[in-house]
């Protein structure tokens, strides 16, 4: 009987899905007999849950982004009277308006599930306590901190992207033994090296002018007209191209932005070539979303953070800061300013993007896949009894889903 590997995603931005890809295509090359379903679980819910989970998430970020960096970093806190409630009602909303995927998870036999999204590793982990799946389940956490709500019990193995986030969850209760630092996986495609005359004589690029990439993300959010406005009134001639991805209505108002003609500017929509443009670029401009940031690094391509969203963004922001792989413009008035002088100081951006390539963790995919595989080969069954031990307030603290 071939092994049977469920990867569940969901589609709160671009990140989880990409990473989940690059699980998908890892464990496809490993272990080519395996039946393998990768499942956004978003897909599943309801239309409702669907839009206050996904797009009323982003809409807070626009709206009240400091709400959203209040909340995240109470809630990386260990548990209080206030917050006890709070999880219970986050429970049982997912339990009520997730029950075509609950269905789906226990009509069915796994021989893993592994997690790139904290909230189908709640679903999975609860289910377990109530007996009604018995798989083990791998979380992947995919920034470059591990908060809270990605501690889901039982689970047999936690996958982080630095020692710092090991570093939580230990806080949290999960044994050293459990936790892998990996990186956080990227496609393949990043593990390929790529020079950049080449990449840019593949592109059509000149060989010889700047190049700078903008990034507005996948659902593109934050000021991205403003920032392409700054880029484009840099005094240096440049070669700048803005990916806006599936975003039609960013792309059509970067269009619109007359641009002076000592640049050479591109503007293009979603590309599966963003590995190319990455090895094309001198520098990229960019919020420091957890997989954006790690495809950087695996090009070895120095960062300009802008307007990271509170919480996680941050954190990862201040890893890279931390490590001399990225500056960070506070205000837009400071962009032209950062960008004039890292362009013009090559010491500084060889520091960099030494810098990065040490953080870079291509093979972060094959390393989750390889601690997967060793999992569920050698006797599962005992591993699995002891994973799901209860502890003693355990039960308490985590609701199951009925």
Same mark, same amino acid.
């Given at each position: 009987m071939s092994t049977r590997v469920l990867i569940l995603t969901a589609s709160v931005g671009s990140g989880h899905n990409r990473a989940a890809e690059a699980i998908d295509l890892a464990m496809r090359k490993q272990l080519p007999s395996a039946q393998i379903e990768r499942i956004d679980v978003l897909d599943l819910a309801n239309r409702l849950f669907r839009r206050c989970y996904a797009r009323g998430y982003f809409d807070l970020i626009a709206k009240a982004p400091h709400l959203i960096?209040?909340?995240?970093?109470?809630?990386?806190q260990p548990l209080t009277a206030w917050q006890r409630p709070i999880d219970h009602?986050?429970?049982?909303?997912?339990?009520?308006?997730?029950?075509?995927?609950?269905?789906k998870l226990a009509g069915d036999r796994w021989d893993i599930v592994i997690c790139t999204h904290f909230l189908p590793a709640e679903i999975v982990g609860a289910m377990r306590r109530a007996g009604r799946m018995h798989c083990p389940l791998a979380v992947v956490t995919t920034d470059f901190d591990t908060h809270r709500l990605w501690h889901s019990r039982p689970c047999e193995l936690f996958f982080t992207a630095t020692p710092e986030g090991k570093a939580n969850l230990t806080r949290w209760g999960v044994?050293?033994?459990q936790i892998c630092v990996t990186g956080i996986p990227v496609h393949p495609k990043f593990s390929q090296r790529r020079g950049k005359l080449v990449a840019r004589r593949e592109l059509g690029l000149d060989v010889h002018r700047p190049v700078v990439l903008q990034l507005s993300g996948g659902v593109g959010v934050g000021p991205i007209e403003q920032i392409h406005r700054e880029l484009i009134s840099i005094g240096t001639p440049l070669q700048i191209v803005a990916v806006t991805g599936r975003n039609q209505s960013v792309r059509s108002a970067l269009e619109a932005v007359d641009c002076p003609r000592?640049?050479?500017?591109?503007?293009? =929509?979603?590309?599966?070539?963003?590995?190319?443009?990455m090895a094309a670029a001198?520098?990229?401009?960019?919020?420091?979303?957890?997989?954006?940031?790690?495809?950087?690094?695996?090009?070895?391509?120095?960062?300009?953070?802008? &307007?990271?969203?509170?919480?996680?963004?941050?954190?990862?922001?201040?890893?890279?800061?931390?490590?001399?792989?990225?500056?960070?413009?506070?205000?837009?008035?400071?962009?032209?300013?950062?960008?004039?002088?890292?362009?013009?100081?090559?010491?500084?951006?060889? =520091?960099?993007?030494?810098?990065?390539?040490?953080?870079?963790?291509? &093979?972060?995919?094959?390393?989750?896949?390889?601690?997967?595989l060793a999992l569920i080969r050698p006797n599962p069954a005992v591993q699995l009894a002891e994973a799901e031990r209860p502890s003693r307030n355990f039960r308490r603290e985590q609701p199951v889903y009925l």
């Open positions: 960096g209040y909340l995240y970093d109470r809630l990386d009602v986050r429970f049982g909303l997912q339990n009520l308006n997730l029950r075509s995927l609950i269905k044994s050293p033994d000592q640049h050479d500017r591109r503007i293009i =929509g979603f590309t599966d070539q963003i590995d190319v443009f001198d520098l990229v401009v960019t919020k420091p979303g957890g997989l954006t940031v790690s495809e950087s690094l695996c090009r070895g391509l120095p960062m300009v953070i802008v &307007d990271p969203i509170p919480g996680q963004e941050t954190r990862n922001s201040d890893f890279l800061l931390e490590n001399g792989a990225a500056v960070k413009v506070n205000g837009l008035a400071t962009l032209k300013l950062k960008i004039e002088s890292l362009l013009t100081d090559e010491n500084r951006l060889d =520091g960099m993007r030494e810098a990065a390539l040490r953080l870079a963790r291509p &093979d972060a995919a094959e390393a989750v896949v390889d601690r997967c």
